[in-house]
């Protein structure tokens, strides 16, 4: 049977904004409403960064709790994954959210370049991220900019600083760091499988214009696909994508090019071990 594929939505990051596309979620109350419009359309996983209400990264904890909160209303059984990433705030304020035990967190595990800056993860944050996940039951997505991020999450794996098996998903198209390159691509595949076994769930993110070759590629090999106005504010060069569950709908497309049904909730839970989600309200 074709194994099932888990679709991402990345909500809104915290770079792209009203300017960029009018769609990009700013608000808690925004981002509830189009990440359940995006679970609507076949997203079972929300990757989630909070905003100021001018548009701005931020870190506040109270806003996680209203986010996670509205999430698991409106859209019951998703799968919540809050980011721990380095724009939203600087040292422990970046998993300042993780007592309110989403499902999931990202988790850095080494520092590259970025466009204009150096993205740092130094190791003792990383230590202290991956602990506190450990400690609230939060399941680690590795976000892997380079390959050497792979090799660490197998590391950090074996002595027991992740203790569920990685789920890694590669990060390509920005500049500075992975390349678009279908050798790279399938060379990470491949090293995930060899570190952490053949049936290993994985996913694939693209940057910008990378977007849809990350899915179409994802997909076809068999991974997870993340795609959303995070990573892309379009669907094409002259066309603007009209909502996050937009571009989820164009991912469901390429599975049903590839016969690879998308993963319910459920389903998506039980691939990465995760504990049931609740079917209502909370």
């Given at each position: 049977m074709?194994?099932?594929c888990?679709?991402?939505v990345?909500?809104?990051g915290s770079?792209?904004?009203?300017?960029?596309n009018?769609?990009?979620?700013?608000?808690v109350?925004?981002q509830i409403?189009s990440t359940?419009?995006a679970?609507?359309?076949g997203?079972a996983?929300?990757?989630?960064?909070?905003?100021?209400?001018?548009g701005?990264?931020?870190?506040?904890p109270e806003k996680f709790?209203?986010?996670?909160?509205?999430l698991?209303?409106?859209c019951p059984?998703m799968?919540i994954?809050f980011?721990t990433?380095?724009?939203s705030g600087?040292?422990?304020?970046?998993?300042g959210m993780?007592?309110?035990?989403p499902?999931m967190?990202?988790?850095s595990v080494g520092?590259?370049?970025?466009?204009?800056?150096?993205?740092e993860n130094?190791p003792?944050?990383?230590?202290?991220?991956?602990s506190?996940?450990?400690?609230?039951?939060?399941?680690?997505?590795?976000?892997?900019f380079?390959?050497s991020?792979?090799?660490?999450?197998?590391?950090?794996?074996a002595?027991?600083?992740?203790?569920?098996?990685?789920y890694?998903q590669?990060?390509?198209?920005?500049?500075?760091?992975?390349?678009?390159?279908?050798?790279?691509?399938?060379?990470?595949?491949?090293?995930?499988?060899r570190?952490?076994g053949?049936d290993v769930?994985?996913?694939a993110?693209g940057i910008?214009?990378?977007?849809l070759?990350?899915?179409?590629?994802?997909?076809?090999a068999?991974?997870?696909?993340?795609?959303?106005l995070e990573?892309?504010v379009?669907?094409?060069?002259?066309?603007l994508?009209p909502?996050?569950?937009?571009l989820v709908?164009r991912v469901v497309?390429?599975?049903?090019?590839?016969?690879?049904?998308?993963?319910s909730c459920?389903q998506a839970r039980?691939?990465l071990?995760?504990r049931p989600?609740k079917?209502?309200p909370?």
């Open positions: 074709t194994p099932p888990i679709i991402c990345a909500i809104t770079v792209p904004g009203k300017q960029n009018p769609a990009v979620p700013i608000t109350a925004e409403e359940q419009e679970f609507e359309a997203a996983i929300v990757h989630a960064h909070v905003r100021n209400d001018d701005t990264p931020s870190s506040d709790a209203r986010l996670k909160e509205g698991a209303r409106h059984g799968i994954q980011s990433g380095g724009r600087a040292g422990k304020a970046r998993g993780l007592p309110l035990a499902d967190a990202s988790l520092s590259n370049n970025f466009p204009s800056r150096v993205y130094p003792d944050l990383v230590d202290w991220l991956a506190g996940m450990q400690a609230h039951n939060v399941k680690p997505e590795i976000e892997a380079d390959l991020h792979i090799f660490q999450a197998a590391k950090m794996h002595d027991g600083r992740i203790t569920d098996t990685p890694v590669f990060v390509m198209g920005v500049k500075n760091a992975m390349p678009v390159d279908r050798a790279v691509f399938d060379f990470y595949v491949a090293t995930v499988r570190l952490f053949k769930p994985w996913c993110a910008g214009p990378h977007q070759t990350l899915n179409q590629w994802a997909v076809a068999g991974g997870h696909a993340r795609t959303g990573d892309n379009r669907l094409d060069r002259e066309t994508a909502s996050n569950a937009a709908r497309g390429i599975c049903e090019q590839n016969a690879r049904p998308v993963a459920d039980r691939i071990g995760l989600g079917s209502g909370p």
